[in-house]
């Protein structure tokens, strides 16, 4: 009785041994414990020597069987198993680089939006100048001719237009000279009634020949002395025709005389900027003042400047030239209008003028001032503001606006000017970028990187 038992165990012993190789360890060791066999191992099965399995305690949660199935499964690559334990974690990798933005909290958050587009990277050089008069726009009221200020009727700062008058000189110069033209006139008036009378005398051979030629030579002498008159007057910067009309009204006004009158007139319209004279002042000899007055139009001004031999080649006319420092209501924008072709034997440097606009008067001349001088234009498919890019681990990137917010992009950089990049490759005309506060985007990136890694 007790073989058959033995028998009928170690029947049962082999055939759960098969299926379940622990199972059976356990109960051959049972058996012999029992004293119903030999206490001699039964060889390792397959699976044993793949992988020995380890107990796991039973936590009460079921934990313990799943710890076992985990065992006897087959190992699977990495990345599965963290793509499994990701989202196990409830992390999404396909939103990584992604932030959740509406419009309303960028506009909150004062982040500034651009298009991505061409334009022009601009270097420059970096030069010292000083503002000056723009010399095609100033110019004195000269005195001509020798006399005695009588009226200054424009004092400093004042406008005043071209060809207004703006000082009156008393002249016995002028009286001779506009004496001696009304007096050529009229006696050049009478010798042509003569010379008419004598040709028609002659005409009808009433008069001899020689009255007509004595009548013609009076009358071309008078006329040559009227326009040797007209020149001279010219030469004072009169107009005969005018001193003529006033040689009329002084007919009507004998007790008013206009013949010594000068009239000093501005060249240029501008502002008074040097007064030279006062009322009573001689003016015209050796050793007087020659002008009353330097008018100047300061609507534009120079900017003079100093460029080393180094750098002189990179400086173009036509150049843009923009001045740098103090606040940006103050910066201005000129074009260079003259490259020195002489070098100052000093400095070794060469005068550089640049024109510069001054409308509101803004730019005095003898200002010192420090310029950003154009020296290359370069066109590039696709150019984006420094302030927008930033760096995140090693990596320059940019945002870029997306239907739920923005979007990490890594872009690659190129040429470079002092305001913005060359964009090589990340980018396309037409994506729009956030370019003014794009940091709150970067530490709102770090936060979600974080998050998915606790």
Excluded: C
């Excluded at 076992?68 to 087959?74: K, T």
């Excluded at 001689?282 to 900017?303: C, F, N, Q, R």
């Amino acid at each position: 009785m007790r073989a058959l038992l033995s028998v009928a165990f170690l029947a049962i012993g082999i055939a759960v041994g098969g299926a379940f190789p622990r199972v059976s360890e356990v109960v051959q060791g049972a058996l012999a414990a029992a004293g119903l066999t030999n206490a001699r191992a039964a060889p390792p099965t397959n699976a044993a020597m793949t992988k020995p399995a380890t107990p796991a305690a039973d936590d009460g949660h079921g934990h313990g069987e799943h710890g076992h199935e985990h065992a006897d499964a087959e190992p699977k690559p990495a990345g599965e198993h963290k793509h499994a334990e990701g989202e196990a974690h409830g992390h999404d990798d396909e939103g990584e680089g992604k932030i959740k933005m509406t419009a309303e909290q960028a506009a909150e958050q004062d982040i500034k939006l651009a298009t991505v587009e061409g334009g022009i990277l601009s270097r420059h050089l970096l030069v010292p100048g000083t503002i000056a008069q723009d010399a095609d726009r100033i110019a004195r009221v000269p005195v001509r001719v020798v006399g005695t200020v009588a009226e200054m009727r424009k004092r400093l700062g004042e406008e005043v237009a071209k060809g207004e008058v703006v000082a009156i000189l008393d002249s016995r110069e002028v009286a001779e000279a506009k004496s001696d033209f009304l007096t050529a006139t009229v006696k050049a008036d009478l010798e042509k009634t003569n010379f008419d009378r004598q040709q028609a005398l002659w005409d009808k051979r009433i008069s001899a020949e020689s009255a007509f030629l004595n009548a013609k030579a009076a009358y071309s002498d008078a006329t040559l002395r009227v326009d040797l008159a007209r020149q001279k007057l010219s030469a004072l910067g009169l107009n005969a025709a005018e001193v003529a009309t006033s040689a009329k009204k002084d007919e009507t006004t004998p007790n008013l005389s206009s013949l010594r009158r000068y009239e000093l007139k501005s060249p240029l319209a501008g502002r008074v900027v040097e007064r030279k004279v006062d009322v009573g002042t001689a003016v015209g000899k050796e050793g007087d003042p020659a002008d009353v007055y330097t008018v100047a139009d300061l609507s534009s001004v120079w900017i003079e400047l100093a460029i080393p031999t180094t750098e002189l080649s990179k400086v173009r006319e036509g150049a843009k030239v923009t001045i740098v420092g103090g606040d940006d209501a103050s910066r201005g924008v000129g074009t260079v209008v003259f490259v020195s072709p002489i070098l100052n034997a000093e400095t070794r440097s060469a005068r550089v003028i640049v024109a510069l606009p001054n409308k509101d008067m803004a730019w005095r001349p003898g200002t010192f001032v420090t310029t950003e001088v154009e020296i290359a234009r370069d066109p590039v498919k696709v150019r984006l503001p420094k302030s927008a890019i930033q760096t995140i681990g090693g990596e320059k990137v940019v945002f870029v606006r997306t239907p739920d917010g923005f979007e990490r992009r890594d872009v690659t950089l190129g040429k470079a000017d002092d305001d913005a990049y060359e964009i090589l490759t990340g980018l396309k005309p037409g994506d729009e970028v956030a370019v003014a506060n794009s940091f709150v985007l970067k530490a709102e990136l770090g936060k979600a990187e974080a998050d998915h890694d606790h």
